[in-house]
């Protein structure tokens, strides 16, 4: 079966995705939509934060429209990479920090 990487971008962040599913939106002309997103399963010990991350962002997305200027490239790919959160102007990697940091006491 294909696998496809999608890259887009989302709120000033590139987004790399993996699926197994491209094609044009039925939601409206403009938008294509990619589904069957394909994450890490492998239950090792060592886990990616923004794989994590990105798995939990679209956790429940059966299919995710984007808009076709948002979109910038659509490869087929033999086998799965790594899922990725780019900075837009970088191109570095963004590695999300939880916001929720432990409380001093004073």
Known sequence: MAMYKV?????GKVYEL??????G???????????ELVFET????VIDPTEE???????DV???HIPMHAVIRVEQVRKRGI???????SGEKVTPLPLDGPRRKR
Do not use: M, P, T
């Not at 939106?25 to 589904?35: K, M, P, R, V």
């Not at 492998?42 to 010990?45: C, G």
């Open 25 to 35: 939106s039925d939601l409206s002309y403009g938008f294509i939509e990619i589904s």
């Open 62 to 64: 059966e299919v995710l």
């Open 53 to 59: 991350r990105l798995r939990e962002e679209f956790e």
């Open 7 to 11: 890259s887009f971008l989302n709120q």
């Open 83 to 89: 899922c990725a959160i780019r900075d837009s102007k």
């Open 42 to 45: 492998d239950d090792s010990v």
């Open 18 to 23: 993996f699926c197994r599913k491209v094609s």
